[in-house]
């Protein structure tokens, strides 16, 4: 077990710095002033980083971290850390290790004994969660399906049952194709969020379910986004005779009978001649 407060003594100690997912006014003034006392800057994409770090003036040492040299970069960072000098790590945008490099970085870290902090600041999937209207109670992480069609398809079709709030990553160029494959997979009254440039001029959320969302213009589809899934609807298994017979009381209220049974077996998965024996007991 190793247990140390990470701000007492001076064993040396990574900071993980947040940077703005669009807005430049979320940096954080506390990821301002670790950079400030630092002797070098880790960064995935140092031009990138650069240019962010001198709209706040600061100059500083960079060391390249990307996903094809993490194992080599850690070696080098570890080391670094251990002669006593400071290091804040920061991927190109939001939380470093969150769907970007740093996961090596900080496992490496917490085996050679080296602190960890993090500088909290913006991450586009609790961003585009909390906005979407969906249950935040649960959620699952996905981050990026694979890119190919019959992988993304497997991938989704094992999620298809999680009880849970999902959030996905998708890059504009196959943001129609996943719609359409999570419409598959999903069902097309499963009810779905876009949060779309989140943070910037152009933000949206685009709040619907899969028939809807699967209208929807690729060519309006642009920029950054985020996808945020409903949870899968409540198994026949776990519907008791008598939350069966609740849904048939209000859907009836305003469909015919023939409809209300219809959507609760479309909806909930239950047998329809369950659904239908309850119906005549409380017709
Ligand atoms: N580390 C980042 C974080 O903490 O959110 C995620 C980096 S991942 C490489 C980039 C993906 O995050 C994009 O393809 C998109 O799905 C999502 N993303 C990043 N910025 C976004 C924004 N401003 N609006 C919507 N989605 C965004």
Redesign the pocket.
Known sequence: MDRELNFKGNSPLLYLI?TP??NLDEFSPRAIEVLNGIDFVAAEDTRNSGSLLSKFNIKKPFIMCHEHNEEEASTKIISLLKEGKKIAYM??????A???PGERLVARCIEEGIKVSCVNG????LC?LVCSGLPTNHFYFYGFLPSKPSEREKELSKLKVREDTMIF???PHRIDATLKSMKEAFGGSRRACI??????AFEEFIRGDFNALCELDPETLK????IIVDKAPQSSKELSDDEIVELLKEYTKDMRSKDAISKIVKEKGVAKNRVYDLYLSIK
């Not at 913006?122 to 999937?125: G, I, Q, Y």
């Open positions: 947040s997912i669009g991927s190109d945008a939001g939380y470093p969150i769907s970007d913006s991450n586009a999937a585009a990553y998708e890059a949060g779309r440039e989140l943070t910037k920029g950054e986004m985020v």
